[in-house]
């Protein structure tokens, strides 16, 4: 047996090993290539759409207002006496001219008495000084009184009659201060407590305030808007406290009670006052409204929800779709091929869970509402069907905005998404 190999021998058995080392490199390869895992084809991404809507918007401000009565009278004694009666029931109804207070009467009665009597003497006295003056005149005529004679009788005469008329004005005021001890109420409406009580000596020396009255059968809201307020109104062509007939709608008022129950009538706005206050920068509006059944009462406040626009034909979409950034709002849209689009949008005001959309969007398309927050441009996505109707988050009737949210760049810190 021979122990050393030719070099010829060497060479060949070298080339053997490398060739039988690279066949079972290539089956192992071809093993491994044949036995392993498959890699699973990346999943399209699931999302809920929803389209686009065009709807008639209603934009509302909110408000503290506070309720005062259509009409507040003070009932005072414009004479003065000792308060001798009261004819009506506290905190009840009166009417018109209704007899509420008499005040001692026998000092203005016997000073219209003695007015009535001087008139009485006054007119006699007329009636003897034209009875004289009809006297001298023949008298004169015939040269038988003097010129004198003449003159002091129509002076007389005149004097007289000047007289009476100071009388007839005398009487006239006594008895208008006799008519002044009977209070009655100036017009219809519930009354106060009485302020006095009887004997109490009351008018220009005494206590003069007897009662209120209130009428409010229609009742006025006080509340104030700001010079933003007023700037954005302007804007949209509205000027507040003005009816405006080429409008399908007029600036009106819903209130809110205390027991947080809104209240089933509506008041208009029929004031704006024309300067704004330079202490609080906000300027006062009033409005009317009904109180048939007594329920508001004056003095409280409430919670006021103004309309102040309505945007007809508005785009509006879910706000949990659309994303807020430093650089802008946008929201994926989704194509016909299932392919999502960034979109960026300006946004309008909220409207309770959706937004309206000012720009960057038509009505029709179709955007991501859930699950765009694993979305990139241009991706291919798999829509799923949503918990609930998709029409219960877009509002099909006139929706509502509360606080005037109105952001025209669309740009906010925060993030509002899913």
């Given amino acids: 047996m021979r122990l050393f190999f030719s070099k010829n021998e060497l060479k060949l058995r070298r080339k053997r090993t490398i060739a039988a080392i690279m066949c079972m490199v290539i089956v192992l390869g071809m093993y491994w290539i044949l036995t392993r895992p498959q890699k699973a084809a990346p999943e399209m991404p699931t999302v809920i759409v929803e389209p686009v809507v065009k709807d008639d918007v209603e934009i509302y401000g909110e408000y503290v207002g506070r309720i005062r009565a259509q009409q507040f009278v003070e009932v005072r004694a414009r004479v003065e006496g000792y308060l001798e009666n009261m004819l009506f029931a506290e905190g009840t109804y009166v009417n018109k001219n209704q007899v509420l207070f008499v005040i001692n009467q026998d000092q203005y009665r016997a000073k219209a008495d003695k007015a009535r ?225 960034k979109r960026f949008i300006e946004l309008g005001p909220e409207v309770g869970n959706n937004v309206v959309v000012e720009r960057g969007l038509a009505e029709g398309e179709m955007v991501v509402a859930e699950g765009f927050h694993k979305l990139t441009p241009g991706m291919k996505v798999r829509v799923s069907e949503p918990k609930t109707e998709a029409g219960d988050s877009i509002i099909t009737t006139k929706n509502e905005v509360t606080g005037v949210k109105e952001d025209t760049t669309g740009t906010k810190d925060n993030v509002k998404g899913e």
Avoid: C
Avoid at 210 to 219: E, H, M, P
Avoid at 315 to 320: A, G, I, N, Q, T
């Fill in 117 to 341: 009597a001087q008139l009485k003497k006054d007119e006699a006295q007329a009636l003897k000084a034209e009875r004289d003056l009809k006297r001298i005149r023949p008298l004169f005529e015939q040269n038988a009184a003097s010129q004198l004679d003449l003159d002091n009788a129509e002076a007389a005469y005149e004097s007289a009659e000047a007289t009476v008329a100071m009388s007839e004005a005398d009487l006239a005021q006594a008895e208008l201060e006799l008519g002044y001890t009977i209070v009655r109420s100036p017009l219809s409406g519930h009354i106060s407590e009485r302020n006095v009580d009887l004997g109490t000596l009351v008018g220009p020396g005494g206590k003069s305030l007897l009662a209120t009255i209130v009428k409010s059968d229609t009742v006025l809201v006080d509340f104030s808007m700001t010079a933003l307020d007023y700037l954005k109104s302007k804007e949209r062509n509205i000027n507040l406290g003005l009816q405006d007939p080429t409008r399908s709608w007029q600036p009106n008022i819903t209130i809110t009670l205390a027991d947080n129950t809104v209240y089933p009538f509506k008041g208009y706005v029929d004031f704006a006052e024309p300067q704004v206050d330079p202490q609080t920068g906000t300027f006062s509006v009033r409005a009317e409204m009904p109180n048939p059944k007594k329920v508001l009462l004056p003095g409280q406040f409430t919670k006021v929800k103004l309309l102040l626009d309505v945007r007809e034909g508005a785009l509006v979409v879910p706000m949990k779709a659309v994303t807020i950034e430093k650089g802008g709002a946008y929201i994926y849209t989704m194509r016909k091929d299932n392919t999502v689009e």
